[in-house]
């Protein structure tokens, strides 16, 4: 099927790394929508010609990554089916299906040549349960031969003769698959196509494509995402959070530089991820990596979006003892990681999809009324020039200002050291 342009609201951030991925549905006679089908969008505003010029195989990865992957698929289908085209890499098993049979239907696309290898490759992914739906249908002696493994057979009925539909209409149903109606542009050829056993369709007069636009994280941002999430667990050990760091070479040439810093009144360098970590200690290393960690996330952003974020989180940490029952350890990771959520474009429960968090922590991203939300929510206030929630928990403008001033200065302080 052409696929068409649409166009939607996103929120590009510089941090987040912007996914599109164009949906148009599917519906049965009575007008209720069934399905949709997925369509690769390298933009917002991407054109027809910019989507048929790509490369087949990356248009593919780019619908699939991004319909199951950066999107949540239930809410992008809404609990329904969604098609979705195959390049021949994907349709012969050069490339990995990377979803189970019943999340979608395989499109085999019309400008595929049908020979052996073809046949062979639709025949495994049936036998392997995958639906099958022919794409812009267009019956003759090359493309007969698919046809007993076809679910769906979609005919564009708006660049075929009737005498054209008529024919593949009967003998698609004599092999038993459902027909589709692409491209139905009035409620006149609906009605046609409903009389003549159509039972699904898709078109302008039903419903025209949109863009869908969700941030992810690139590579480098999610490992960093990651790390802070294993490092919020108190019982993190020793050896996963050398492995952590390790993973990231840019993490460690600066844990290093920092451990060398800290131990150069003793005049001894240190030469190895596990000394750098012995020296610096399992408490100050997640501080410090946390740190790190934000600078990889918020690649792109000024130093002052940074330094705010960490001076934030040491705020939380400080004020920490004047809320009952908030650790401070995890008000500081809270701080840090609502932070890294606005850097993102996103909101702290839009962040819990991209890392596992539970307990207080992921309750106080979400904004629940956990302990260390209350202290936040102070730090916060006052960034807003809001003293209430500062007020409700005794803790005076003085004492407030101090703790703030401090943070500041710990975090110019110690992101320059990092550098």
């Not at 708006?158 to 491209?183: F, I, M, N, P, Y």
Request: proline residues 4%; contains cysteine; hydrophobic residues 50%.
């Amino acid at each position: 099927m052409a696929q068409k342009s649409a166009r939607a609201a996103t929120s590009e951030t510089a941090t987040g790394v912007p996914v599109h991925v164009g949906r148009q549905g599917i519906y049965d006679a009575d007008g209720t929508l069934q399905a949709y089908e997925l369509l690769f969008r390298s933009a917002t505003d991407a054109s027809a010609a910019q989507v048929a010029t790509a490369d087949a195989d990356r248009a593919t990865t780019a619908v699939i990554v991004a319909a199951f992957a950066d999107f949540d698929a239930s809410l992008l289908l809404g609990g329904r089916r969604g098609f979705v085209n195959l390049s021949r890499a994907f349709a012969v098993g050069e490339l990995p299906v990377p979803f189970s049979p019943d999340v979608a239907v395989l499109e085999i696309l019309e400008s595929l040549v049908v020979d052996d290898e073809l046949l062979a490759g639709v025949e495994r992914l049936k036998a392997a349960g995958y639906r099958i739906a022919l794409d812009d249908f267009v019956l003759c002696a090359e493309t007969e031969p698919l046809l007993p493994f076809a679910d769906y057979v979609k005919v564009d009925v708006l660049e075929t003769t009737w005498d054209e539909v008529v024919r593949v209409a009967g003998v698609s149903a004599g092999h038993g698959a459902v027909l589709l109606a692409e491209k139905i542009e009035d409620a006149a050829m609906l009605e046609r196509c409903r009389a003549l056993g159509f039972e699904l369709f898709q078109g302008y007069h039903l419903g025209r494509p949109q863009t869908m636009t969700t941030q992810t994280l690139a590579p480098a941002q999610l490992a960093a995402v990651q790390l802070l999430a294993a490092l919020a667990d108190p019982a993190v050990e020793f050896d996963a959070v050398e492995r952590l760091v390790a993973q990231d070479p840019a993490l460690t040439w600066k844990l290093l530089r920092v451990a060398n810093s800290a131990g150069s009144a003793a005049n001894r360098s240190i030469g190895s991820l596990r000394e750098a970590m012995v020296r610096v200690g399992l408490a100050q290393l997640r501080a410090w990596v946390m740190l790190l960690s934000v600078s990889t996330v918020a690649a792109g952003s000024g130093g002052s979006d940074i330094e705010a974020v960490t001076a934030r989180a040491r705020a939380c940490q400080l004020l920490a003892d004047r809320v009952p029952r908030a650790s401070p350890d995890t008000a500081f990771t809270l701080g840090i990681l609502e932070g890294v959520a606005g850097l993102l474009g996103m909101s702290g429960a839009d962040l819990l999809t991209q890392i596992p968090l539970e307990g207080s922590l992921a309750d106080g991203l979400r904004g629940e009324p956990t302990p260390e939300r209350a202290v936040l929510e102070v730090v916060l206030g006052h960034e807003r020039h809001d003293l209430g929630a500062a007020r409700s928990h005794g803790i005076d403008v003085g004492e407030l200002s101090s703790a703030y001033l401090s943070s500041l200065r710990w975090s110019h302080e110690s992101l320059r050291s990092a550098e």
